[in-house]
């Protein structure tokens, strides 16, 4: 009785996982077919907004901690972007000797007392240095206490109305701020965020960071590349895809694996500013700006279909810790929307995005663990499992490839061999660099 | 438990789907790779010497054999992107109008069905415009009147690029009727060819304070009109605190003596934003004689207010130490601190003690207000400047010291 029970059960949780499993992969085919293999848009003439005094100032700010020898780099792209009116505002933790000398040294920076408003509570600023080189480069060296509070610091410090986050790691063109801000310049008093796309590539294949020509589409093989590389591309797009689909439909959603976002500042601290708790602090905040109408900041939150530019792949284990941090996010963004249940639409919907990407690795999960419990148990025969696996590897493989289709159609995307190669490795993603993640991510605990 | 043949139909399936969509992706990339690689044999070929020289006709008899083999959109796309050269963009929309006919072009210029014709409608009207077809205008002002944000953004960009006068009465109308953000509006407006300044007069006398406001905002650009400085000063009583903010902000650029009077009124002003911008009027106009009046704003209640006022006094430059010093004994700390971050911007500490620090006797006087301003700065402030003063650290260091204020911290 028992036994019969629990076949029924097997079985249904495997047909039910693979339903869902199947209606996300033809959601992402019909959304990837219907908005993919479009021609690309004109780009936007930024040659008006670029050189206007109404073109609303931005605080950039970067955080930056340990041995961070782009960071130079960085500053030079980020002063350096089309836009009329910026401010970059680093904010230095436990930065190594060498980095800071480097930084001290291309930028002619000088230790500066400057008053400003500590709005919002931060670990304690230890100096702030001024460039003589370029007067709209501060540096503030604080005491560390996570990225969190760094972006804390800096919005604290921030003279402008918007703030922009970025990581020294992000290379991007000249207009990529612009692109980024439109939807704000647009409609300054009813936009609260914009959250834009930053795509991991291989580093051969990836722009010097922080400095910044669009590489355009890439034509010629760059040679052998690690699959481990391709597999972290093949994640961030397949992301861009998911975020792009939901927000299309939705009207809100959740942000890409990696993305740089600007901030209206009002709104930031109006929510207490970033979580210094959050698995992911801005991942958290556009959460909460986003489900928090009534109670916070009046607006709304936008997701621009422009790349802002993008970032090389880490190690497997550096990205089994972007994964498992994700996670945690959203974990903790589904305990917030419990805890608070609200009524509005925004967040149920919200609820169901979070729990979509939440849901469809666990699915996978299941459907892998029971068919070879029920292999082992003899349940099924032997060829189930096989034939599970040679579904699960294919059903991934076609989102890879329906998000290969999507970006088609935008600046930057894969082309010619690296296109192909990415399709040809899609398959093996599931049955290979998954249980690599899997392993790292329990080595790394 | 008799799962595999729904497993099996679904791996089948899976497998199919992946390789269908896989060649499906590579053949539009294929296609598109070739269409970019004759698109570029078209732009090479019209850039070449010999070609440039002859005429529109001739140009493009040179390159039909080309353009045939890519379709029509991507000879609409290439002629409508920026980075195209004007004599190519010349050819590219000649042949669009002799082989598919001006008539299409007007009707995708002129509304669009589905969002993923916006990029065909938006191409078709930079296309009209660049031919400068008699109907654009119009075109344009239905498109700025869209309810897709890029339709009415690229309507919008190429009304600000136009010569033509109703272009202006276009974008000034969408403004007072709020048909697009209006800071996006006067972004174009700043731009236009005819500078139009006439056209903004009428706006300062308009109903709607935010129509005020845009006219003054914009007139900025306009020294060279006698009646600007006058008329905008008429707003800094306007009963709209928006309104009064960018009079002054305006008159700040473009005035001299009614403006700083204006602005000296300004300080007063009950709304924080209209106080910073009128010390920053001030800072711009380089009026030193008014630094006493921007000081008292360094103790302002809001914080926006303080900071402009530190601006301004630092714009101002290095003349106005007597008021700053004043500063430095008030009894509100915001005030002593923000005099003492001046006269750290200024250079005029770092001078002093670099000054004295040489000197084998010092000035008391000198040194009195070195005292007061380290004192009035604080710790860090001392600090700072040991660090930035490099070799001379360690004399700076014992004059600190002699000073009594030696728990400096700096290495």
Known sequence: MIAALLIALTAFAVTASLGYLMIVAAASVAGAISRGGRRERAADAYQALAGSRFTIPVSVIVPVDGDCSTISHSVEALLGLNYPELEVVVVAESLSDRSWERLKKDWALEPKELFYRRTLHTSPVNRILGSDRDPRLVVIEKAPAGRADALNCGVSFARYRYVVSVNPGIAFDADALLRLMSPALRDPGAVLAVTSYVERRPASAAMHPGVG??????????????????YQRLASIRSWMASRLAWHQLQCGLPPLDGVTAWRRDAVMELGGFSTSAADAELDLLVRLQTSQGDGPSGRVVRTSEVFGDAATSTVRGAAVLASRRQNALIEALKTFRRAPGKDRTRRTMTIVVGVELLTSAAQGIVAVLIVAAALAGWVSWR???????????????????????????PGAPSGADLKRLLLRAPLEFAVYRPALIWARLVGR | MNLEPIILTGGVVAVLLWAGLAAYVLHIDRRRTAARSVVAAILDTLSAADVRSVSTAERLTRVVPLLDRISRDMILHTAADGSTPRDTVDVLTTHLVERWGIYTLVREASFHRKSRDIWRRTASMKVLFHLNHPQVVDILSRAVESSSAEVASVGLTLLGTSSDERATGILIDALKQRKQSPSRIAVHLEHSPLRPAGAYRPLLRDADPLVRFWGATLLAEYPEFDWVESELALLVTDVDARVRKAAIQSLGRVGDEVAASAAMQLLRDPAAFVRAHAARALGELERSDTAPAVAELLG?????????????????????????MRCLDHPDEFVRNGAAEVFQNLGILDSLIVMEAASDDPSHTKIDLLRRIAAAGGLRLTDSLIERSGTAAPRIRNLLTSMGLEQVGAA
């Open chain 1, 384 to 410: 189930a499992p096989y034939l599970t696996f040679l579904l699960l590897t294919f059903g991934y493989a076609v989102v890879s490839a329906s998000a290969l289709l999507l970006r088609g159609g935008t």
């Open chain 2, 300 to 324: 302002d209640h809001d914080w926006w207010v303080r900071t402009a006022a530190k601006h301004a006094l630092e714009a101002m430059g290095s003349e106005i130490w007597p008021v700053l």
């Open chain 1, 213 to 230: 020509t669009d590489p355009g589409p890439q034509t010629s093989d760059p040679g052998w590349i690690a699959a481990a590389d391709d």
